[in-house]
């Protein structure tokens, strides 16, 4: 069983479209992330949520939006797409919210914005 | 400054090879550390934490000097699985998150 696991795993779309990625995790976690890597490799953290709540957001544009239905599942939508968010996006979780520990990660999201 | 700076490499080795990566924070506040390891087009995965007295997990050795600000992964006798990218983690200033370096990458050669 997958214990992250996100979708689509590719996704290629034009400029200015609308496009969601989901994330579910079945191993009991209560954090979870979204993180971007761009062509350069960096990681970057986007969004944490905590039982459903925010509890980190990066200075990331307003086009992008998360929701957490519920503690197993967060989702990502991004307005308006741009050729600079073509990137991988990865979700993950973790046992805790100041996230001292481990972090589990899907297999990322590769997003190219034509 | 970055608040994780790794040198990108690639680092090309042979098999058997020794081969030792660095890793600077500016935070001294900071407080967990960590090597993940990034196989080519999939996700970060835990390698081993760094603990402050230093830790060894079979060929790879992690080491903190806190004065510095410094992280070291050591890994003897490199095998071709060893080739990936080595992330340096450490904990940032607000909330506790997790901040990653860019990543060293090996390439362990026959």
């Known amino acids: 069983d997958t214990a992250v696991s996100q979708t689509p795993k590719y996704l290629v779309t034009q400029m200015g479209n609308d496009k969601s990625i989901k994330c579910e995790q079945n191993l009991g976690h209560d954090t979870m992330y979204w993180y971007k890597q761009d062509s350069k490799k960096f990681l970057k953290i986007m969004f944490s949520?905590?039982?459903?709540?925010?509890?980190i957001n990066e200075t990331v544009p307003n086009r992008f939006s998360p929701k957490s239905p519920d503690k197993a599942h967060l989702n990502l939508h991004i307005n308006s797409l741009e050729l600079g968010d073509s990137a991988v996006y990865f979700c993950?979780?973790?046992?805790?919210?100041?996230?001292?520990?481990?972090?589990?990660f899907g297999e990322g999201s590769r997003l190219t914005v034509l | 400054r970055k608040e994780v700076e790794q040198d990108p490499g690639p680092f090309n080795v042979p098999e058997g090879a020794t081969v030792a990566f660095n890793c600077t924070y500016s935070n001294s506040a900071s407080q967990s550390f960590f090597w993940y390891r990034q196989d080519c087009r999939k996700e970060p995965k835990l390698l081993m934490s760094v603990y402050s007295s230093g830790n060894e997990d079979g060929r790879f050795t992690a080491q903190l000097n806190r004065a510095s600000q410094y992280i070291s992964l050591l890994i003897r006798d490199s095998k071709l699985s060893d080739s990936a990218t080595y992330l340096c983690v450490v904990n940032g200033r607000k909330g506790g998150k997790l901040i990653f370096g860019q990543g060293t990458e090996l390439s362990v050669k026959p």
């Open positions: 949520y905590n039982n459903k709540e925010l509890i």
């Open positions: 993950a979780s973790g046992r805790e919210a100041v996230n001292t520990g481990e972090l589990f």
